[in-house]
């Protein structure tokens, strides 16, 4: 499985991978990508069954969607790159560190958890998109994604509302299957976990924390005023945040 992918940024500096979240597409970097290319080569890539990437027939794993990128890197001829990601793009972030740590230079998970919640509800997520498509989840989406207040929510809704319902499903059915939590340790990476104070889905307390106290060496940052997707409610705090934490620990492949 190759992901739907592209390019912006410098094509000679290093590379850092952004992972969207689930009814996102590459577009959900969009606020932060002028800071971020400006010294890096930037690779976005869309998840199954949104935006350019196509739904497999069958189901797949958390752990199998890193596997996609991975393959996906080595079709790109892209060796060791630094890696960001957004809530299941976050997700994808940590099995891929834990499936190949030779691979990920250093690591950024924003707005995401070792595990989502309890399975059953993401089943039932799956099940009542299977039933009536995206368009139920998309009337509710921006309560769970943003803070209150903010304004700019239309694009992001739009690009729920485009996504495969089967391809969104399947991605529900891998959010109920994941757990990282007792394999944290084994991430070496030198991480920084962001967190929105607002952020409902998963919260700086039971998620963020969690994977800060589980991740030797790992920072936690809390963007205030930021619900489930800072990078779009705090792009030029999160844009820092990012930048700092890779110069610090990671410059390019050595």
């Not at 991605?171 to 757990?179: E, I």
Request: hydrophobic letters at 45%; charged letters at 20%.
């Amino acid at each position: 499985m190759i992901l739907h992918h592209r390019f912006d940024g410098p094509p000679d500096a290093p590379v850092v991978v952004l992972g969207p979240s689930l009814g996102t597409t590459t577009g959900l970097w969009d606020p932060v990508l002028p800071a971020l290319t400006a010294h890096r080569r930037v690779l976005r890539y869309d998840l199954p069954g949104h935006g350019g990437s196509p739904s497999p027939d069958r189901g797949f794993t958390v752990e199998d969607v890193a596997a996609a990128l991975e393959e996906t890197l080595d079709g790109l001829g892209a060796g060791r790159v630094a890696y960001a990601g957004v809530s299941l793009g976050g997700a994808v972030g940590t099995a891929l560190a834990l499936a190949a740590p030779e691979r990920v230079g250093a690591l950024v998970l924003i707005c995401t958890s070792p595990r989502f919640g309890p399975p059953e509800a993401w089943r039932e997520r799956a099940a009542l998109v299977r039933r009536e498509g995206v368009g139920p989840v998309a009337d509710t989406a921006a309560g769970r994604w943003f803070a209150p207040g903010f304004t700019g929510a239309g694009p992001y809704l739009e690009m729920l509302r485009g996504t495969d319902p089967e391809g969104y499903a399947k991605c529900c059915d891998a959010l109920a299957l994941f757990d990282a939590t007792a394999r944290l340790g084994g991430v070496s990476a030198p991480t920084l976990v962001i967190a929105g104070s607002e952020d409902l889905p998963t919260p700086p307390a039971g998620h963020a924390d969690r994977l800060a106290d589980g991740i030797p060496g790992a920072a936690l940052t809390v963007l205030d005023g930021a619900g489930h997707l800072a990078v779009v409610e705090r792009p030029a705090e999160a844009a820092r945040a990012i930048n700092e934490h890779l110069d610090r620990a990671w410059k390019g492949p050595r």
